[in-house]
């Protein structure tokens, strides 16, 4: 035991050695010692004000500020982005300036911006107006021009029609009147002229005609040109129209229909000389409006490039100004008003960087009292901080996803990032798909420096996270697939000669008697012979489902052992005694004692059937095992194995709560003594919960409920986990299987034809079966499931996972969250 505790500790194993520290900053030399502490990023703040709302902080007005500068530069950005222009990626060097400068700048910008965009606006609606003007001139001139030579070509017919009725003008209907100018002068026959969006026009005239009750003529013709909608900035397509009507009530209803459909009317005048007149006008207007717009772009899209040259320094630099006073605000006043008082979390590691940058703060405010750093004792529990680089990071984020671990508890990432990918190989196992993940993790590690700057969908984002994860998997996969001996699902003599040989001519028949062995095992892996023999699919299954058996069994054990060294750390001998003595104990006497049945048989090569073997021990264990046993003093093993079953679950069930209840009435009698750090309670509290602040009464039913719990999850999850690990077997029966269909079916049978179009065919398929379906459906598939075998087959375990995670305060790390 003193040669494990004078190991070297491992850099992850255990998380940082944090320390409560308290800060007490002259007023003056604040900020500075706040922006220091941020481009450090290795302490975090613990809120002191969390009973005060947000406006009631002392630095509430300086937060304000930074939130309205905020809004102004996601303006200027908005602008930016809606005018075609790209912002500068790089800051551009700018001597710095004080918040105040900056803020009197994006004022003036804000002004300046707004006045020009509502004169665009105005002189944009103008022209749109004159436009569609121009348009309802050119149609609508149209429109009058045909009217007038339809009504010459029967005006004949209609003067029989009106010298033999003299009261015509009174019966006469619109579309008559309409072509006898002379009678359409008497009887107050007008139009109206106008424009309106092509996709209101069967509803616009559908309603034109039932509030005249069909007393109208209607008109309407495709605008020759688009318009820009100022609301939507595009381009939308319009129909002029024309309505004929008669009567001022027809009027009234017409306006307030056009009105609701948001079409616009212009006057056209009768007369083709004015409105030739008005069209002169109209375009010479349309020609000055069009350079007016053109210069106030220009204008427009120069004071927008000055500020995007400057865009990402002011954001970055509001963003972390907004970030000190948030931090701030954190803070408390002492008694005179003049200093503020913080408390927080670091590393041990860091508190020499930390004290330099507070020294810094001290020497750049000229402040003549300096700021004091000093050691606290806390009750509450510390922050998880594990340092992690490029290649740990997405391994112990995935056993944060489960949750974060407890101070100074041990990290199951430590064994993740080997037998993560592991297991997930031994259910991928194939060297040529694991080739193929392969290329497309070293493709993102190529890739690194480019793809880190850049924004990434959420799916690229989750896969370029995990390239160091893929990168091992697929080297896994090769390894894995080399021992089965799958390439595509086709094996290959790689190592040497097969062991084997045909019995007969038939051999390659399914159905012959198979084959026979003349030669020393093949040196790694399966031998390639047992590719499509008889006996190829019991053989592997014997060997995958087995083999997941030793490797469940081993894993599990290794969490049991760093349960122990949980306990030995947090010197919780109890732990030690009465969980993982019996837990070891129980495991290994059932399915240590299949493990080693296991190898036994692959050893000696005997045909003893495990199933039977275990079975009967616990139906019959004192009857002889005949023809099912192995070695020498078997059936005493069995007998000793089974008792020491039994006995481990009262073990673990009923010592402890009687134990931590006598501790505590010799250690609590009459409730008069504090609670001891070194107690045996102490070290119970301390795998669940944080330390209280003040003695809570021992509840020994809820102990004792607790103990039971845990125990009975601990003997039916060793079952059930036991068989959990069989998904091993099944995934790489399915993996393998999936292959062979692919290759057999697809390829092979199309590679059976002479036509160079069906093979072309049959090898599209099976790239896109082998891509879509292995390499990505069947890589997901595997990734979950060594996921969950991880999560609650392993660190169950030992892993509680109810800590917090350290997060500093860090400019760094704002950068991250705005991205």
Not at 427 to 452: N, P
Not at 629 to 648: E, K, M, N, T
């Amino acid at each position: 035991m003193e040669y494990i505790d004078n190991l070297p500790p491992m850099d992850m194993m255990r998380s940082e050695n944090m320390t409560f520290v308290q800060l007490i900053i002259p007023v003056e030399s604040a900020h500075p010692a706040i922006t220091y502490l941020g481009q450090l990023g290795l302490l975090q703040f613990r809120d002191l004000n969390d009973d005060k709302s947000p406006f009631q902080r002392t630095f509430v007005n300086q937060v304000k500020r930074c939130a309205e500068m905020s809004r102004k530069l996601r303006f200027f950005k908005d602008q930016i982005q809606k005018a075609g222009l790209l912002p500068s990626p790089r800051p551009a060097s700018q001597p710095d300036i004080e918040l105040e400068e900056l803020e009197i700048q994006l004022a003036e910008h804000e002004h300046e911006l707004i006045e020009m965009n509502a004169n665009s606006e105005k002189l944009r609606q103008s022209y749109n107006e004159l436009l569609e003007f121009k348009l309802v001139l050119q149609k609508a001139s149209d429109f009058l021009v045909s009217s007038r030579s339809h009504t010459t070509a029967q005006e004949t017919e209609l003067d029989e029609n009106v010298y033999s009725n003299h009261n015509y003008s009174d019966t006469a209907s619109l579309l008559e009147q309409e072509m006898q100018p002379e009678l359409s002068n008497q009887s107050g026959v007008r139009f109206i002229s106008g424009i309106i969006c092509k996709s209101k026009v069967l509803q616009f005239e559908r309603m034109l005609f039932r509030a005249t009750r069909g007393n109208m003529l209607f008109h309407q013709a495709v605008a020759d040109e688009e318009i820009l909608d100022p609301t939507s900035n595009e381009m939308v397509e319009k129909i002029i129209f024309v309505v004929f009507f008669s009567g001022e009530q027809a009027r009234t209803k017409i306006l307030k229909i056009c009105e609701a459909f948001g079409a616009n009317c212009y006057p056209v005048p009768e007369d083709m000389t004015k409105r030739r007149q008005i069209t002169r006008e109209v375009l010479s207007r349309l020609s000055e409006l069009e350079t007016t717009l053109d210069v106030g772009l220009r204008h427009r899209d120069k004071a927008l490039t000055s500020i995007g040259f400057h865009l990402t320094k002011w954001m970055n630099m509001v963003r972390r100004e907004k970030a000190v006073y948030d931090t701030l605000n954190m803070l408390n006043f002492d008694v005179t008003k003049k200093c503020l008082v913080g408390e927080g979390w670091c590393p041990i590691f860091a508190k020499t960087k930390i004290q330099e940058a507070l020294q810094r703060a001290t020497i750049d405010s000229n402040s003549q009292v300096g700021i004091v750093f000093h050691v606290m004792g806390a009750v509450d529990s510390p922050p998880t901080y594990f340092r992690t680089n490029r290649f740990t990071n997405a391994y112990q984020e995935i056993v944060d996803a489960y949750g974060v671990a407890k101070y100074q508890e041990a990290n199951p990432a430590v064994y993740t990032i080997v037998t993560f990918p592991f297991l997930f190989a031994v259910m991928f196992g194939d060297w040529g798909h694991g080739i193929c993940l392969l290329l497309g993790a070293l493709v993102l590690i190529s890739k690194e420096s480019k793809l880190s700057s850049q924004k990434l969908g959420s799916f690229m984002e989750m896969l370029f996270g995990g390239r160091y994860v893929l990168l091992l998997m697929s080297i896994f996969s090769i390894y894995c697939g080399l021992i089965y001996n799958e390439f595509f699902s086709v094996p290959f003599h790689i190592f040497g000669g097969s062991a084997y040989k045909c019995r007969d001519a038939s051999c390659s028949d399914a159905y012959t008697v198979g084959l026979i062995k003349y030669s020393d095992p093949y040196p790694f892996g399966v031998d390639p012979s047992w590719r499509g023999s008889r006996s190829e699919l019991p053989f592997l299954n014997s060997l995958k489902m087995k083999m997941s058996i030793l490797l469940g069994v081993a894993q599990m054990n290794l969490g049991i052992i760093l349960s122990y060294f949980n306990a030995r750390f947090f010197n919780n001998t109890l732990d030690i005694k009465y969980q993982f003595v019996p837990q070891v104990i129980f495991l290994n006497s059932l399915f240590g004692y299949l493990s080693l049945l296991i190898v036994v048989k692959w050893c000696t090569g005997s045909q003893a059937d495990l199933y039977h073997v275990m079975i009967y021990m616990f139906l019959s264990p004192f009857e002889p095992l005949g023809e099912n046993q192995l070695f020498w003093g078997q059936s005493v093993l069995q007998v000793v194995l089974l008792l020491l079953a039994l006995v481990a679950v009262p073990w673990m069930l009923f010592p402890k709560p009687f134990i931590l209840k006598r501790l505590y009435t010799e250690r609590f009698q009459g409730g008069t003594y504090g609670l001891l750090g070194t107690s045996e309670v102490d070290t119970y509290e301390e795998p669940d919960s944080a330390r209280q602040h003040h003695h809570e009464e021992f509840n020994f039913s809820e102990v004792f409920v607790h103990q039971m719990i845990h125990s009975i999850e601990f003997v039916l999850g060793a079952v059930s986990n036991t068989a959990s690990y069989l998904r091993l077997w099944a995934l790489s029966l399915a993996h393998s299987e999936l292959s062979t269909v692919f290759y057999e079916k697809v390829l092979l049978l199309a590679w059976g034809y002479d036509s160079l179009i069906i093979r072309l065919i049959g090898l599209a398929v099976f790239a896109f079966a082998t891509t879509f379906i292995l390499l990505m459906m069947e890589t997901l598939s595997a990734f979950l499931h060594a996921l969950r075998l991880h999560w609650v087959e392993f660190q169950n375990k030992f892993y509680h996972g109810d800590g917090y995670k350290f997060k500093p305060f860090s400019f760094a790390a704002l950068a991250d969250d705005e991205d």
